[in-house]
């Protein structure tokens, strides 16, 4: 499945985050965005631009210490980090981060891929390894329509509200009072503001958001509870989200947090757009936590020109060029100054995965979607964060 090949400017996000993503993409230079920027790739009668470089003598903090002041830094984590204590990742993650969330280990496909076939050693690894490093442990996530298999809508409404009492009680049971917060309910709405209808909608009715937040509350008494989901500045699903809060409210019913994906594009959405929403949010007086923050920097397929033929999906495969790496410190330097200015509103921010290398972006193409290289270094948007804590 390549995300390269879906049409629009939704298909290179992800094959979840969909949606009319395209807002705001205002300073998108053509050349960049329809694929034919020509620079550091393969092919094409471009000049090649020189390679960016990992810079030297970066600052002497991390991102925890840095950030400190306004908010936890955190990183999600697989098993290249977690089942390898002594690797060089484990030690990069320990050292930059003080907050993690298992990028897979903690989904039911990992969890009970069969029926009443419990696996946790991943999950448990990844406990571990962020309790033996005092990392905040942000638990993802309890119901998501994805990487969730299929015997478990193999039953009726009865049924399926026992399975996941059932599947959180078996977590509650395991990791009781080890998990700050728990991402409850992950992208139920589209970007328009309606119901996403997933199995669990089918199955369960339209009220199935709060019914699976209260049965959370009782299995996670102390832990924050989270709804999380893409695109949270699209106004549509903004508004919705923030009525969602108003009708938790007069029912009762906890939800403690909610969480901003940030899978955002080098060229969009445009921070302002981003702002309003955070804006809205922190008006609701809702603690808001940027959880899944990547920069995808590859091209849009075919996007000025549907029948280009020199549309080359993946342009930096041998490196990311120079001035293109420039744009990205710009861009993470953007996002993280407003995530300052909103620090009042917002606890951690998460970049979802250690390094490019790492990065789910990359589909079978070369992104460079985080802020440590291939390489384990830090990258330009790196030094660039740094500096923005401090503004
Ligand atoms: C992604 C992981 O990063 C991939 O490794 C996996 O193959 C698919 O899921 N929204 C979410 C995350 O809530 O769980 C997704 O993570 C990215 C989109």
């Given at each position: 499945m390549l995300a390269f090949r879906r049409a629009g400017c939704a298909g290179l996000l992800s094959l979840t985050v969909l949606g009319s993503a395209c807002g705001g993409d205002k300073s998108a230079p053509p050349g960049i965005l329809d694929g034919n920027a020509g620079a550091g790739g393969e092919g094409g009668n471009a000049p090649r631009e020189p390679c960016a470089k990992s810079p030297k003598n970066v600052a002497d903090t991390t991102l925890a210490e840095a950030y400190a002041q306004h908010f936890k830094f955190g990183v999600a984590l697989n098993g290249f980090t977690f089942f390898d204590d002594a690797s060089a990742r484990a030690d990069l993650a320990r050292t930059e981060f003080n907050r993690a969330t298992a990028e897979n280990?903690?989904?039911?496909?990992?969890?009970?891929?069969?029926?009443?076939?419990?696996?946790?050693?991943?999950?448990?690894?990844?406990?571990?390894?962020?309790?033996?490093?005092?990392?905040?442990?942000h638990g993802h996530v309890?119901?998501?329509?994805?990487?969730?298999?299929?015997?478990?809508?193999?039953?009726?409404?009865?049924?399926?509200?026992?399975?996941?009492e059932q599947h959180m009680a078996a977590l509650a049971d395991r990791y009781a009072g080890?998990?700050?917060?728990?991402?409850?309910?992950?992208?139920?709405?589209?970007d328009d503001g309606s119901l996403r209808n997933t199995p669990w909608r089918q199955i369960l009715g339209d009220d199935y958001i709060q019914e699976v937040f209260a049965m959370a509350d009782r299995y996670f008494p102390d832990a924050k509870l989270v709804y999380n989901d893409f695109n949270m500045y699209q106004p549509g699903k903004r508004d919705r989200v923030l009525r969602m809060l108003d009708d938790f409210d007069e029912a009762g019913v906890r939800i403690d947090a909610i969480g901003m994906q940030a899978h955002y594009h080098l060229y969009f959405p445009a921070i302002e757009t981003i702002e309003e929403a955070l804006t809205a949010y922190g008006d609701a007086g809702i603690e808001v936590l940027v959880t899944e923050l990547d920069v995808n920097v590859l091209p849009i397929p075919n996007r000025s020109n549907p029948a280009d033929e020199n549309?080359?999906?993946?342009?930096?495969?041998?490196?990311?060029?120079?001035?293109?790496?420039?744009?990205?410190a710009d861009r993470w330097g953007e996002l993280l100054s407003l995530f300052v200015r909103h620090a009042d509103d917002i606890s951690s921010v998460t970049t979802w995965g250690l390094d490019d290398g790492l990065s789910w972006l990359n589909g079978d193409r070369t992104n460079y979607a985080l802020l440590f290289d291939r390489d384990l270094e830090p990258k330009s948007n790196y030094v660039r964060v740094i500096e923005v804590a401090d503004e």
């Open positions: 280990a903690m989904k039911w496909s990992s969890l009970e891929p069969t029926e009443g076939e419990y696996d946790f050693e991943a999950a448990d690894a990844f406990v571990e390894f962020a309790e033996a490093n005092a990392m905040q442990i309890l119901l998501w329509h994805e990487q969730v298999p299929d015997w478990v809508f193999e039953t009726d409404r009865a049924g399926l509200l026992g399975r996941l080890r998990v700050a917060y728990w991402d409850v309910v992950n992208e139920a709405f589209e549309f080359d999906p993946d342009p930096y495969v041998e490196c990311l060029p120079e001035s293109v790496d420039a744009l990205v």
